[in-house]
């Protein structure tokens, strides 16, 4: 795969694929910046410390059993297995998926005003490490 407009991203939430309603997604993955300048250097010295995370999501809105509503509000609080990737398409090395869980620290029912479409946006921290995987 080479540059591509992201039309297909595949995501399931706690074994549930979102999918279908899934509007917007953002992984943000990053690493401690620890200096390790002593005296007599002439510039400043760093390595990577522990590494941090949030994933950031809109969704559709829906209120049946099982749908957005009732899966991320019955998660509100505990930690979930979430698979990110770029495409439906399999795993490999042009479209890797990305596992991590997350801790649903929030939910948002309602967020919209009248005539808008309802959707629903969160934004959790990564609970451990993520895994790429091409295979």
């Not at 039309?7 to 997604?25: C, H, K, N, P, Q």
């Amino acid at each position: 795969m080479a540059i591509f407009a992201a039309t297909d991203y595949s995501i399931t939430i706690g074994g549930t694929d979102f999918s279908a309603v899934l509007v917007s997604a953002e992984l943000s993955i990053e690493s401690e910046d620890i200096e390790t300048t002593a005296m007599g250097d002439t510039f400043r010295t760093r390595i990577g410390g522990l590494k941090t995370g949030t994933l950031t999501l809109e969704l559709h809105q829906d209120f049946a059993a099982s749908a957005t509503d009732d899966t991320i509000f019955g998660a509100l609080g505990t930690s979930v297995a979430v698979v990110l990737k770029p495409t439906s398409a399999a795993v490999g090395t042009d479209n890797p998926t990305y596992t991590m869980n997350c801790l649903v620290t929030q939910t948002q029912p309602f967020n919209s005003s009248v005539g808008d479409l309802a959707t629903q946006s969160v934004t959790w921290p990564i609970d451990g490490a993520v895994t790429r995987a091409t295979s």
